[in-house]
């Protein structure tokens, strides 16, 4: 069940029992996957420890290309990173969640002519994310993205794009100085 899809842990009880996740961790390791927790849905899921091999004849079922990386990992930002660090309140209905058109604007050149819808689609029936009522929302398994460092990883993207923008800012103010000047 595991390998393919999340099964809730209260199904699972025994995997709260360190023994027993210890031996399922081996087994799924002898086989090139891990076993992941996902405290917000409280579900496990089994995946694999690195990328997917190209393996002739071989279609994954979700292979997740340019496009769909694009969408979870400003997901994830969005929907995990941002609120978990205060920087983004969440709405008053407390679940956090982004527009569809501003995902499209974000990331319009990143999706290579590849639509949004069909890349939401498709990593809504993954389980990553979940449509509702025209908004995106964190899925059961958006949070099994959080690896060791992807936290620390992110602080730094985000203090570096602050940083761009107060120079870009800056470069601006002076222009507009100089102009002035100029004109005088």
Same mark, same amino acid.
Request: charge should be negative.
């Given at each position: 069940?595991?390998?393919?899809?999340?099964?809730?842990?209260?199904?699972?009880?025994?995997?709260?029992?360190?023994?027993?996740?210890?031996?399922?961790?081996?087994?799924?390791?002898?086989?090139?996957?891990?076993?992941?927790?996902?405290?917000?849905?409280?579900?496990?899921?089994?995946?694999?420890?690195?990328?997917?091999?190209?393996?002739?004849?071989?279609?994954?079922?979700?292979?997740?290309?340019?496009?769909?990386?694009?969408?979870?990992?400003?997901?994830?930002?969005?929907?995990?990173?941002?609120?978990?660090?205060?920087?983004?309140?969440?709405?008053?209905?407390?679940?956090?969640?982004?527009?569809?058109? &501003?995902?499209?604007?974000?990331? +319009? =050149?990143?999706?290579?002519?590849? %639509? *949004?819808?069909?890349?939401?689609? !498709? @990593? #809504?029936?993954?389980?990553?994310?979940?449509?509702?009522?025209?908004?995106?929302?964190?899925?059961?398994?958006? &949070?099994?993205?959080?690896?060791? +460092? =992807?936290?620390?990883?992110?602080? %730094? *993207?985000?203090?570096?794009?602050? !940083? @761009? #923008?107060?120079?870009?800012?800056?470069?601006?103010?002076?222009?507009?100085?100089?102009?002035?000047?100029?004109? &005088?």
């Amino acid at each position: 069940m595991l390998l393919v899809g999340s099964v809730a842990a209260a199904d699972v009880p025994e995997l709260g029992e360190p023994e027993t996740r210890d031996e399922v961790r081996r087994r799924l390791g002898e086989a090139g996957c891990e076993l992941v927790y996902s405290p917000a849905s409280e579900r496990w899921l089994a995946r694999l420890d690195g990328p997917v091999p190209e393996l002739e004849g071989h279609d994954p079922v979700l292979a997740l290309g340019t496009a769909e990386l694009a969408v979870l990992a400003t997901c994830w930002l969005h929907l995990r990173f941002l609120p978990g660090e205060g920087a983004v309140q969440p709405p008053s209905s407390g679940e956090a969640w982004v527009d569809p058109d &501003d995902l499209a604007e974000l990331l +319009g =050149a990143r999706l290579n002519g590849t %639509g *949004l819808p069909s890349v939401l689609e !498709r @990593l #809504a029936r993954a389980g990553y994310l979940t449509l509702r009522e025209g908004r995106v929302e964190a899925g059961p398994l958006l &949070d099994t993205l959080d690896e060791p +460092g =992807a936290a620390d990883q992110a602080r %730094g *993207l985000v203090a570096r794009h602050q !940083r @761009l #923008a107060h120079l870009r800012r800056r470069a601006a103010e002076l222009d507009g100085g100089e102009q002035d000047v100029a004109q &005088d």
